[in-house]
């Protein structure tokens, strides 16, 4: 359920007719970088395909942040007590309880999103200083080498050889080439968008019942 970049690399030098070594067009090492730029921004676009779980330890107080290799905070499933946390709204706690920040600090059995960052998040009650949270969030690994795993499902093979064809294309300045480049990212985009929509087909929350987060 994952290719690697040579696979990327493979695609693309056929596509834009480069396989034909040892002096290429365009050098390993600057595919490479544009393959990592693609992979980078489906992980902003879509962060949803780059899904990782991780147990964190929290700070004292209410505000926590996900770990440094993290794009964006996805959710809070467990405290240290195995207890799962429901997301609550922020406004409405500051309003019924304004004080919330400095009560006494327990077992969190609530998280709100920090709206000013996506890796930020409040817990409440707020936490111990090395209590434990189980969260999910979308984590994209660097791509760098021609061996490294890019940590997508297979069907996102094309999507990404499309992204860096575009990429590649874009380099020249050429009509003919221009039209190439955005060809490629039309395809692209689309794939990316297609997936989006089958999301909100498919992974109804309320699908086993009344939706609980």
């Not at 007719?17 to 365009?26: I, K, L, N, T, V």
């Not at 770990?67 to 207890?83: E, F, I, M, T, Y």
């Not at 409440?124 to 795993?149: E, K, M, N």
């Not at 009509?175 to 480049?181: I, K, P, V």
Request: hydrophobic fraction near 40%.
């Amino acid at each position: 359920m994952s290719f690697t970049a040579q696979a990327v690399l493979t695609e693309v030098r056929d596509l834009v007719q480069d396989s034909m070594g040892p002096d290429y067009r365009y050098s390993d090492p600057f595919v490479l970088r544009k393959i990592d730029q693609i992979v980078r921004g489906m992980a902003i676009i879509r962060p949803d395909l780059f899904i990782h779980f991780a147990d964190i330890t929290c700070a004292a107080g209410a505000l926590q942040e996900a770990p440094a290799d993290s794009v964006r905070l996805v959710d809070v499933l467990r405290n240290k007590n195995g207890q799962s946390l429901k997301e609550i709204n922020q406004e409405a706690l500051d309003l019924l309880s304004p004080g919330w920040p400095g009560q006494n600090a327990a077992a969190a059995t609530n998280w709100m999103r920090y709206p000013r960052a996506p890796n930020r998040f409040y817990v409440f009650p707020p936490a111990t200083a090395g209590d434990a949270l189980s969260i999910a969030y979308a984590r994209c690994v660097p791509v760098t080498a021609l061996g490294d795993t890019i940590a997508l499902q297979d069907a996102y093979l094309s999507t990404v050889v499309n992204g860096t064809v575009w990429l590649l294309e874009s380099v020249d300045a050429e009509h003919t080439e221009s039209g190439r480049a955005k060809m490629y990212k039309d395809a692209y985009d689309s794939a990316l968008a297609a997936g989006l929509t089958t999301r909100q087909i498919t992974d109804d929350p309320a699908a086993g019942g009344s939706s609980t987060k």
